[in-house]
């Protein structure tokens, strides 16, 4: 949350609005009618990224009495415009500010939190960028397009000792019976897992296109190479080229593999060794040092399953109630919170690592990146999961990394 200097600055504002304006020209969400909390209390959002993902992260936190959205950022005018009616229509004003430039965002002294919904290229800029200016971000996943830059934001959380969580609902929210079946020992010892997720990404194939007015184009290119226009990027079409994303395998990988690993109780580390498809391995398969596998694929329902000694389980099988779900208690959101997104604004007031904090989020990330890596490859990666290092292959070790197009390099 800002400092305590910072929150009184923004209760002296308000007190001097009321002074002036009245009480009766100000929305009664602002005065804490009704249950919400008066707005000289409430921590202050802005949202960078302002697509149907973004906007659609953003209406969770409208919701939230004790958070206000003021500002919106995008390259593309049509995506803040669409935000920014959004948030004065929940507030019923026309407060918001909007802006092309991330950078006017974390310059403001009267912004407490970011969410973050851009594409994935432009992830570690902003977010450290923004933690670098006193704010605490909430990142969609997949929250890093490489390796090298999950370590480098993970070290930005803690040098500026900010609250930092990933964007991945679905591996509590979702996939809690699968975690309840595989802890609680339902289904015996696991050992095997499979995450039902798309492929890797490739080399950009998109034809030239005129660049439309009111789309900052060089921006949204940013640190990645720079390619012609085109209108599918700006519109969620990015995910299956390499500049801007890992495809399907960090995309829905991203809960999928994390939400195979919290089950096994691998969330806070690494494989040991990933194997690509071959004659021997149908689907890539990430080892771990204890023995249990991931698959990349070659599930038989659903996102995610699991196999144990004792019998497997899959979506169906959560539907149709073929097991009885343990009640047993696995800890996850901070303070009851019923969401990502509360775990988050809990977080921010306590101070607390939320549940997808930096560390899960990038070692989730780093599965999937690594996965990647040996489908580009076409060979097996031996990875370190303490030193975080590729063993023993400098070409493979040089993908942990992308150089980046000045001047939105860090």
């Known amino acids: ?41 409430r921590v202050t959002m802005a949202l960078i990224g302002c697509g149907s993902q973004g906007r659609g992260d953003m209406w969770n936190f409208l919701t939230f009495n004790d958070f206000q959205v ?17 948030i004065d229509g ?6 918001c500010f909007t802006t092309y430039d991330y950078r006017d965002i974390a ?14 290229h432009w992830h570690e800029n902003i977010s450290i960028y923004c933690m670098k200016h006193g704010k605490d971000v ?72 005129e660049t439309p007015e009111g789309v900052d184009w060089d ?31 960090t995309d829905w990988g991203c809960h999928a593999f994390g939400g195979c690993m919290f089950a096994l109780g691998l969330q806070d580390t690494g494989p040991v060794e990933i194997i690509p498809p071959g004659p021997d391995h149908p689907n890539l398969t990430l080892v771990f040092e204890n023995g249990a596998r991931i698959y990349h694929g070659g599930g038989w329902d659903g996102v995610i399953n699991f196999r144990g000694t004792e019998g497997d389980v899959s979506e169906k099988d959560i539907r149709d109630g073929k097991y009885q779900i343990p009640n047993i208690y696995i800890p996850h959101y901070h303070g009851g919170a019923g969401s990502i997104y509360r775990d988050f604004a809990n977080c921010v007031r306590t101070r607390e690592k939320p549940f997808r904090s930096i560390e899960r989020a990038h070692r989730t990330a780093t599965v999937a990146h690594l996965a990647n890596i040996a489908h580009w490859l076409k060979r097996t990666i031996h990875w370190d999961p303490v030193k975080e290092e590729i063993i023993g292959d400098p070409e493979a070790s040089l993908w942990m990394d992308r150089a980046k197009r000045a001047p939105y390099n860090i």
Not at 72 to 83: K, N, Y
Not at 107 to 120: A, E, H, Y
């Open 107 to 120: 310059n403001r002294d009267d912004i407490d939190t970011v969410l973050i919904g851009t594409p994935d």
């Open 1 to 41: 949350m800002a400092s305590s200097f910072k929150t009184m600055t923004r209760r002296d504002l308000l007190r001097s609005s009321l002074a002036l304006a009245g009480c009766a020209l100000i929305p009664g969400v602002a005065l804490g009618k009704d249950g919400a909390t008066a707005a000289n209390e």
């Open 219 to 249: 921006r949204w290119c940013g640190p990645t190479e720079w390619h012609a226009f085109h209108p599918n990027l700006i519109n969620g079409g990015f995910r299956p080229y390499r500049d801007y994303s890992g495809g399907g395998t």
């Open 138 to 209: 909430y990142c969609e996943k997949p929250e890093t397009l490489t390796i090298m830059a999950g370590k480098r934001m993970r070290a930005a959380v803690s040098r500026y000792n900010r609250v930092f969580s990933g964007g991945s609902q679905r591996v509590w929210q979702d996939y809690n019976p699968y975690h309840k079946l595989v802890r609680g020992g339902v289904l015996g010892e696991v050992k095997e897992a499979w995450a039902n997720v798309g492929g890797p990404s490739s080399d950009f194939d998109l034809p030239a296109m």
């Open 90 to 95: 929940r507030y019923g004003n026309n407060d």
């Open 70 to 86: 003021i500002a919106a950022c995008d390259v593309v005018r049509d995506h803040f415009l669409e935000a920014k009616r959004m």
